[in-house]
């Protein structure tokens, strides 16, 4: 738990998980309904952990109750969703985030730093390579992260977070996209034994090209996203510049080498700790060093958190999600 702030209602489409997951939190309200949760009068923070469809109807409910929000990524369905949002946020004078928690890694953080300070040079070209082989298992059930029409996808759950730490710790934004998009496993079974179809991306590969900044120049990148491949668990960014390379891990762990040198050299950082009882992804340990900032951010009357993803980050990756699926349904690059 955080201190100096405590859970008040958990709210689920099942009133059973709710109440569940209320009883393990200490929570002393849950509902099936998500209004009840938003109204409710000691709630300063909603965290909106839903299907990406239901995104711009809770954060427009919680923004208009006044509330601070944490909100999943992807942000929305689409690019005029998020607009919605973000025109609604900056109208409400409250704290409006989207959980991009791997900015908080200290080895990210420190990574943004030394970019800052020249020590790869210019960016040339950058690389993510994402792989997480559970969802290869044809066994898995159906659900809403198979259907598309919900914001299901590899794109949308793990693509987001990969082109938002671009855009952050480039300083600059995606230029042009070519995507393509694949469901590797077609069908699954729901829970009532039925077969349906896989609508969504268990697969997707993506080349870009960023607009020019300081950092950047006629720079290119590289993404590979998969959630069928094996054998284990892999999730690596590499940004190569003029005077070198730089390497970030899954947790945090940061790696250079100068130009001209054979071998990566490990940068001193540290990792944090993970949430005992969830699979050690490093997401989580990007949350344990975030959750302390908004209750902090929140006990001061701040609007924004230092390295803090905003609305307004979430709509730039929104434009690329939007564009990647355009490029996927063309065959085309797309600009933006």
């Known amino acids: 738990m955080v201190e100096n702030a405590s859970i008040v209602s958990i709210a689920s489409g099942s009133p059973e998980n709710a109440r569940a997951a209320a009883e393990a939190s200490g929570a002393a309200h849950s509902t099936g309904d998500w209004r009840e949760t938003v109204s409710h009068p000691d709630v300063d923070l909603v965290c909106i952990t839903t299907p990406p469809l239901h995104h711009r109807e809770m954060t427009l409910a919680a923004l208009a109750a006044g509330k601070h929000v944490l909100c999943e990524k992807p942000m929305a369905m689409n690019v005029a969703e998020a607009e919605e949002m973000c025109a609604a946020a900056r109208s409400a004078d409250v704290l409006a985030l989207i959980d991009h928690e791997l900015r908080f890694q200290d080895g990210r953080q420190k990574a943004y730093a030394m970019l800052r300070e020249g020590r790869i ?31 299901g996808g590899a794109l949308g759950a793990i693509g987001t977070h990969v082109i938002d730490s671009f855009n952050w710790l480039l300083g600059t934004s995606i230029s042009r996209v070519f995507c393509q998009l694949e469901a590797q496993v077609k069908t699954r079974r729901d829970k009532d034994g039925v077969d349906r179809a896989v609508t969504s991306d268990d697969e997707a590969n993506l080349i870009l090209r960023f607009a020019d900044s300081e950092l950047t120049s006629a720079t290119t990148g590289v993404v590979s996203l998969s959630m069928t491949e094996g054998p284990s668990y892999k999730n690596i960014l590499e940004l190569h510049g003029t005077l070198g390379s730089m390497k970030i891990d899954a947790n945090g762990g940061v790696s250079i080498a100068p130009r001209g040198e054979k071998r990566w050299q490990m940068v001193d950082t540290d990792l944090g700790h993970a949430v ?21 951010a929140i006990s001061e009357s701040r609007r924004s958190i230092e390295y803090a993803a905003a609305f307004e980050d979430g709509l ?15 065959g085309k690059a797309v600009e933006l």
Do not use: C, M, Y
């Not at 730039?316 to 063309?330: G, K, L, M, W, Y």
């Open 276 to 296: 005992e009882g969830v699979a050690d992804t490093g997401f989580s340990r990007g949350f344990v060093n975030f959750a302390p900032k908004i209750v902090e």
């Open 316 to 330: 730039a990756v929104q434009r690329v999600i939007d564009a990647a699926h355009e490029s996927n349904d063309t």
């Open 121 to 151: 040079g210019k960016i040339r070209h950058v690389k993510a390579f994402f792989r997480a082989p559970h969802r290869g298992d044809p066994n898995i059930a159906w659900n809403w992260w198979s259907d598309l029409a919900s914001g």
